[in-house]
Nanobody, 122 residues
Framework: QLQAFGGGLVQAGGSLRLSCAAS????????MGWFRQAVGKGREFVAAISRGSGSTYYADSVKGRFTISRDNAKNTVYLQMNSLKPDDTAVYYCAADWNPGIVTTVRAYDLWGQGTEVTVSS
């Protein structure tokens, strides 16, 4: 089970840190990812991190502004979001993938959190 939190309302240029806590599974065996879904749009990949934090991957739209990290001792993955833009407004979801390689497709992920809403005002 995954639970995401940390969303909220922020002005453009501001920062937020999302967290996703995992329970009931062996957290360090999952690749963890963040996705987002804006109103009227499909769910899109944001970032992912490998099991041991050795590899990360970002969507071009967030590269250089967002940072994904994880703490396996706390069963938690984070998404630090800086220089936020109104286009970043969406519901953000964390997800877990049992397979070892980083992938960016929604269907590859096995477990999903409930989502946390991020609104960036201009």
């Amino acid at each position: 089970q995954l639970q995401a939190f940390g969303g909220g309302l922020v002005q453009a240029g501001g920062s937020l840190r999302l967290s996703c806590a995992a329970s009931g599974q062996i957290f360090n065996r999952y690749v963890m990812g963040w996705f987002r879904q804006a109103v009227g749009k499909g769910r899109e990949f944001v970032a992912a991190i490998s099991r041991g934090s050795g590899s990360t991957y970002y969507a071009d739209s967030v590269k250089g502004r967002f940072t994904i990290s994880r703490d396996n001792a706390k069963n938690t993955v984070y998404l630090q979001m800086n220089s936020l833009k109104p286009d970043d407004t969406a519901v953000y979801y964390c997800a877990a993938d049992w397979n070892p390689g980083i992938v960016t497709t929604v269907r590859a992920y096995d477990l999903w959190g409930q989502g946390t809403e991020v609104t960036v005002s201009s």
